[in-house]
């Protein structure tokens, strides 16, 4: 079942259990960290079951008109279950209903490593298009593709 989360300590509690266990998507400690603590202050949904979040999303706002899925983390064991499609089905209707026409997720390039791969794979599967890459915003080596769409 999907939550919105309001308690900021509970919004980093469940951003940095569930991202503790993504080493291969979250690997990077500061740039966890900075995804954990900054997740506190924006909207924030949770898949929950028997009390435990399986995965989680935040939404961070870049403009008057585009939500960003800022981070997004699904416990590894419940991949391929349904529950990012469901968190970016919420968080959507969310964007839509406040009045954002656009959406946006950043995520490496294509071609650089398997697990992004699948990562840029489900975002074009939720109708995400390629919008450009920014191959030195994080790094040389995780070159930055921004995906958009509109809502």
Same mark, same amino acid.
């Given at each position: 079942?999907?939550?919105?989360?309001?308690? $900021?300590? /509970?919004?980093?509690? @469940?951003?940095?259990?569930?991202?503790?266990?993504?080493?291969?998507?979250?690997?990077?400690?500061?740039?966890?960290?900075?995804?954990?603590?900054?997740?506190?202050?924006?909207?924030?949904?949770?898949?929950?079951?028997?009390? /435990?979040?399986?995965?989680?999303?935040?939404?961070?706002?870049?403009?008057?008109?585009?939500?960003? @899925?800022?981070?997004?983390? @699904?416990?590894?064991?419940?991949?391929?279950?349904?529950?990012?499609?469901?968190?970016?089905?919420?968080?959507?209707?969310?964007?839509?209903?406040?009045?954002?026409?656009?959406?946006?997720? $950043?995520?490496?390039?294509?071609?650089?490593?398997?697990?992004?791969? /699948?990562?840029?794979?489900?975002?074009?599967?939720?109708?995400?298009?390629?919008?450009?890459?920014?191959?030195?915003?994080?790094?040389?080596?995780?070159?930055?593709? @921004?995906?958009? $769409?509109?809502?």
């Amino acid at each position: 079942m999907i939550v919105y989360v309001e308690d $900021k300590d /509970q919004k980093e509690r @469940i951003a940095e259990g569930i991202l503790q266990q993504l080493p291969d998507w979250f690997g990077l400690p500061d740039s966890t960290k900075r995804y954990i603590t900054e997740s506190r202050e924006m909207p924030f949904w949770a898949w929950m079951e028997d009390g /435990q979040a399986l995965g989680f999303l935040a939404l961070k706002e870049t403009s008057p008109y585009t939500a960003e @899925i800022y981070c997004m983390g @699904i416990l590894p064991e419940y991949h391929r279950r349904g529950i990012g499609r469901r968190l970016v089905t919420v968080f959507q209707e969310y964007a839509r209903d406040y009045g954002y026409s656009f959406l946006q997720v $950043k995520t490496v390039q294509s071609g650089h490593y398997q697990e992004y791969d /699948q990562t840029n794979e489900f975002y074009r599967s939720m109708g995400f298009l390629e919008l450009e890459c920014l191959p030195e915003l994080w790094d040389p080596w995780n070159p930055c593709q @921004i995906y958009v $769409k509109a809502i």
